[in-house]
């Protein structure tokens, strides 16, 4: 109750911690209201409002980078890792607005509520790194989850986008009851949801053998595997990526890949650490699964953006391997190679994006024959982007993976280190495919057309300057990604 005279106070939290909340959470209000006003179907202002949500999100948190925060009773903190990671998603999201920008319109799904969704999934993707407790990555998951299951299925007038959509749906209901149910185990084991009081309980403790703990902890684990699609919960993957507008699979490639990863090194690295003679054998067996299935099925694709959702799976392997390493070494080499497989995925969907008239996409590997010659800029950004995937320098590609592995052989994971570099021979292959197309191999039909947008170029090539630039000066992500790892440690 207020005592009168005296006026009511705010609540006591840090505001510019909780600035990229609040940003992109007004961002996406404004979008939705937006939609009252009358407007032409050329406008831009949807792209506009989530630029300046998504740079005010970017520059609250990034002017209070050097503080530690934590908000509502240790549920949300905000440390080096979450900075990392919020700075991250606002750069995924904003290269996703600028591929965007054309795209929508030109194949007539330019509705306000398509900014307001990629704003909702980049705040979830946000929560979720920036969670302390159970409840609230689950929630952020759900925020993210529920966001993207609308936007793979936003050109409602095709079947397959429809089809991939309910198959992400129903299967992500699925995962969000593995996760909820190995959350309630946690709780009954532990009598908390809270990550540090939950490590605090399990240090030293005699109950590690117990069977609620080990199955509760497997059961989340399971949960988070679905969403940075490790095998075998990666079925959804392939047909979300191919049903979805181009654009919004590039975004939820990238964006929620990191966003799963984030939670699960928070998760494994600061919550489970003692339990790691339980979940280290079975994540190391995920991870070969991972990277074996997911390249050996790439190999068998013409269909690109097919056959990147199963190169999306393989990197979820690499990642994997350094979260199996552990340590400063192993969440930093997981960190710099989500930073950099994001950049470099997101610029080969851009360009896939460009490709086509109206609604029409051209995404098989023989609608590129030719095109290096046709279009030279784009030719070659093409195949550094894939040269980068397949881990050949100088790109950033191969730094992640010297990284990756590195860490595993510090780790003395020596047999799982030298899986993931065969992985990596096997992938070059159809990586090269690509190349091969573009270069060497003669357009059969009518040439692929390009539909030139501004906007979309510049994200092109910010993501292609940044995969050359991080892959001969990798030093400076690679101390950021440390400092990170070690403020979460």
Known sequence: ??????????????????????????????????????TKSWTTRGAVVSLVSLAAAAWSVWSVRDAKRSLFEGMFVHDPFTVFFTLLFCAIAAIAVLLSWDYVRRTKIDHGEYYALLLCATLGMIVMAASNDLITIFLGLELMSLALYVLVGFRRTRLESNEAALKYFLLGAFASAFLLYGIALLYGATGTTNLTRMAGFLADSPLLSNPLLVVGSLLVLVGLGFKVAAVPFHMWTPDAYEGAPTTVTGFMSA??????????????????????ADWRPLLTW??????????????????????LAYSSIAHAGYVLVAIIAGGPDGGSAAMFYLAVYSLMNLGAFGILALLGRGAEERVLVSDLAGFGFRHPLLGLAMAVFMLSLG???????????????SAAVKAGLIPLAIVGMLNSVISVFYYLRVTVAMYMQEPQGDPVHVSWAMPATIGVVVTLVLTLWFGVQANALWAQAQRSMLGLM
Do not use: C, H
């Open 1 to 38: 109750m207020n005592v009168a005279g005296v006026p009511p106070s705010l609540i006591a939290v840090d505001w510019y911690a909780l600035g990229a909340v609040i940003a992109l959470s007004v961002g996406a209000m404004v979008m939705l209201m937006l939609e009252f006003l009358p």
């Open 255 to 276: 964006g929620a890949k990191a966003a799963g990863f984030a939670a699960l090194l928070r998760v494994a690295q600061l919550a489970l650490p003692d339990l790691q």
């Open 286 to 307: 995920i991870a070969i699964l991972t990277m074996t299935v997911g390249n050996v099925a790439a190999l068998l694709q013409n269909n690109l953006k097919r056959m």
């Open 391 to 405: 881990g050949i320098p100088p790109t950033a590609g191969f730094m992640g993976k010297v990284y990756v592995f």
